[in-house]
């Protein structure tokens, strides 16, 4: 037949050059389908599909459509590749010949870098945010200008320094595109020594600096410098402007490096660089006047909209080109912080990490918990919060030097000697080290997350609980006469059961509550809330108490060779300001619950049916998970009904509650006089 | 050119009935699922997957495709490819299509 020739021809004419690169395999062409294509489409009945067996609509509402924005991560834009933008002039070196621009251009991108990191760090991907830098992406480039040179390459350093840190504490597991790094050149070679070229650097400039000033009072230098730019009214600004921003860069570089050293012993030169930081960034802030002012030309739109501090827009940065590195998977559209935004989210950063460097590595777990729950009041952001887990937990041990049983036995009010005891290479016992870190680890995390963890987390401390009882009873269950060492190891198991049941009901208790930070409970179910919280408060103050029991039996042991003073007899028939403490909130708890279910009994305005679940569904919603690790035992929704049903305003006991709340309130104060943030808490307590 | 010899093949292929079994368009394109496919797209893009569906509007899935595109505007040029999945092509944005067969199935194939 004469078609094989001209079809040969036409296959080879036909197709682009482009396609010919694209072989088909060694014994196949490509035949051009359109013309059958478009034949099978006309004599398709409307809604029909032509596919295979394996094919499935459901799984096909999954496909990538090609040119859609939001999912087409490889459109070409302007530029096909990075180096076609680089030939094309996108981020020219030097920016500008006139060294005026070239200089404020360059202020320009430090301004928009920061705005991008401060995005990344509220969970964007690094591609889209600091990795728009055509500069960063071609770092080698930039190695004739030195100030964009040295500016880079400490990004570069602090990026990679900050993903190590989060890819460590694992705790990006919630915002899973901030260590998404595939294909970013993140690794440079010599960035060990980007502090020393920024120092090189910041010294030209402060030099500089010095020489405009001593022109302007007429001094003369023996240096022959060269000026930063060629404007000299402007010189002065300029040097300051860019001094604090290279000093902040470094001062923060010293934040990370010292938080990262083990044990916490970089925590105090920490909080020196820390608060230079906070200085170079109030400067950064001063110097946003004088650039807005230094050209002629004004920017359009909102200044306060701006990733820059001059307003103008940066050279050098576009998202598109390397979307394709950063996965497969369909791109997001973010918009990058402005620039006010930015500098207050690193000053907000940099006061979380200040708190957390101050904190005295107390080795009582429960102040330590007591920290970490008031440090996450303020919302800390994910690196602040990695920090914070990472100087915790270390190497399997509490801030990598006390290991947990230690800690577990001093928690459980065991004396000293213990802590060394064989009994902690027992199974039950290690799987216990490792809750408390892992409850470390949680309480580290955002409130969602948190609440999510802790809520099963409760079974795990349910089933321990019940080993290490059943483990007890095996070896103890017929109480004769002991060895030593025996009372040791039954006290010990005592004590940490005990311990362990408390700390069960403090996990609950902070899963309750932390349904009110996340405003997950609505206000009709505030009173089957507060109710629950009511139950699991008298469990955890029971526990504590016999704790604080427990401890002050061995202290009055210890020291019962010197002689007791009335006071301290008097301080030990007390009830511990703890355990107060916690009364307070059971009362404010109970008399929630009984006046909520008081103004439902006799209003009918507050007592509406929702259409959806009844009362009921919606207790075992919320609670669910308590109930499966029982806490507390007996506890449930019919007992939940009759406690309620009746309560009326009538009954004057629910004034009680309150003036109870305030009496033992009072009397609290005076025991923590020394502790600032449960002063705060029983202010508000009493409000 | 290339259009109309295609187009006067499928008129052969009407025409010469006797030949085949299934002489219309549809069952054609059926025979073609599961090969090969390269459609181009009009920003230069191409995409190579296995022919998974199409539908009355010329929309086209692939399946197990791979993105070639070129570095530079001008060609010759490196190509860079990525993987990608499952694809849906809308036709608006569809600049060719061809498929991958051996140099006498090419006939056979789209003729019958």
Known sequence: ?687 | MEQEVGESLIQLGNSDGSNSSSSDPVTRVRKLLFRRMLVGIKDGRFFLGTFHCLDKQGNIILQDTIEYRSTRRSSPCPMEQRCLGLVLIPSSCQNSCHVDCSVEEQLSLLKV
């Open chain 1, 1 to 687: 037949m004469a078609d094989k020739p001209v079809y040969e021809e036409a296959s080879i004419d036909g197709q682009p050059p482009k396609l010919a690169s694209i072989p088909a395999s060694d014994t196949t062409v490509w035949a051009d389908a359109s013309p059958l294509l478009q034949a099978a489409c006309a004599g398709l009945r409307d809604g029909e599909l032509i596919h295979g067996d394996n094919f499935n609509l459901f799984a096909a509402m999954s496909a990538l459509e090609i040119m859609d924005p939001k999912m087409d991560s490889g459109i070409v834009c302007t530029y096909y590749s990075i180096d076609e933008a680089i030939e094309n002039g996108a981020a020219p070196i030097p920016i500008s010949l006139d060294s005026t621009i070239d200089v404020r251009c360059t202020i320009d991108i430090m301004d928009h870098l920061l705005a991008c990191e401060a995005a990344w760090h509220k969970g964007h991907s690094l591609a889209q945010t600091v990795f728009s830098c055509i500069y960063l992406l071609r770092l080698d480039r930039t190695a004739p200008h030195a100030l964009l040179h040295s500016y880079c390459r400490i990004i570069r350093a602090t990026c990679k320094a900050v993903v190590s840190v989060v890819s460590d504490a694992r705790t990006h597991e919630e915002e899973d595109l901030f260590t998404m790094t595939y294909g970013l050149p993140l690794n440079g070679d010599g960035d060990d020594k980007c502090l020393s070229i920024l120092n090189a650097v910041e010294e030209t400039i402060s030099r500089q600096l010095r020489a405009c000033k001593a022109t302007s009072s007429k001094r003369r230098l023996p240096e022959d410098l060269e000026p930063l730019q060629s404007n000299p009214n402007l010189e002065e600004g300029f040097c300051k402007a860019l001094l604090c921003r290279l000093r902040f860069r470094k001062h923060f570089f010293h934040v990370l490096s010292c938080m990262k050293r083990p044990q916490g012993r970089g925590l105090e030169s920490a909080r020196k660089h820390i608060a230079s930081c906070l200085t170079e960034l109030e400067s950064i802030l001063k110097s946003a006047d004088f650039l807005r002012s230094c050209f002629d030309e004004s920017c359009e739109g909102d200044i306060d909209d701006k990733t820059t501090a001059s307003g103008f827009e940066p050279i050098g940065f576009d998202a598109m080109l390397n979307s394709r590195l950063s996965a497969p998977t369909p791109p997001r559209a973010i918009k990058i912080l402005s620039w006010k935004k930015a500098v207050e989210y690193f000053v907000k950063l940099l006061h979380d990490l200040d708190v957390i460097c101050s904190y005295s590595l107390d080795p009582h777990l429960e102040s330590l918990l007591r920290f970490v729950v008031q440090f996450q009041k303020s919302q800390p952001d994910l690196v602040a919060r990695s920090h914070l887990q990472l100087l915790l937990v270390q190497d399997g041990k509490l801030y990598g030097r006390d290991p947990f049983f230690a800690v577990i036995n001093k928690a459980a009010a065991l004396p000293e000697a213990t802590k060394n005891h064989d009994i902690q290479k027992n199974e039950s016992f290690l799987q216990l080290g490792m809750l408390v870190m892992n409850l470390l680890k949680i309480l580290c995390t955002n409130a969602a997350w948190q609440r999510r963890k802790l809520g099963k987390f409760l079974q795990d401390w349910r089933v321990i609980y019940v080993q290490l009882e059943l483990a007890f009873r095996n070896e103890y269950g017929e109480v004769s006469s002991s060895s030593n060492d025996e009372n040791t190891c039954m006290k010990i198991f005592q004590h940490i059961l005990l311990w362990v049941e408390e700390q069960t009901y403090w996990i609950a208790f902070r899963f309750l509550i932390l349904g009110f930070e996340l405003e997950l409970y609505s206000t009709g179910e505030y009173c089957m809330v507060y109710w629950y919280l009511y139950a699991v408060l008298i469990k955890l103050t029971e526990k504590t108490h016999l704790m604080m029991a427990v401890s002050h039996d061995n202290a009055k042991r210890k020291g019962k060779k010197k002689k007791d003073s009335p006071k301290d007899l008097a301080r030990e028939s007390r009830i511990p300001p703890a355990v107060l403490f916690l009364q307070c909130y059971i009362c404010l708890a109970e008399g929630l619950s009984m006046m909520l279910a008081a103004l439902r009994n006799e209003i009918p305005v507050f007592h509406s049916p929702s259409p959806f679940n009844t009362e009921h569904e919606k207790f075992v919603q919320h609670f669910e998970l308590l109930q499966r690790a029982c806490i507390p035992d007996h506890v449930s929704y019919p007992s939940y009904k009759e406690s309620t049903t009746h309560a009326r305003f009538s009954t004057l006991a629910m004034y009680n509650y309150f003036k109870d709340a305030q009496r033992i309130a009072k009397e609290v104060k005076s025991s923590f006089s020394n502790d600032p943030e449960r002063l705060a808490e029983l202010r508000k307590l009493e409000q």
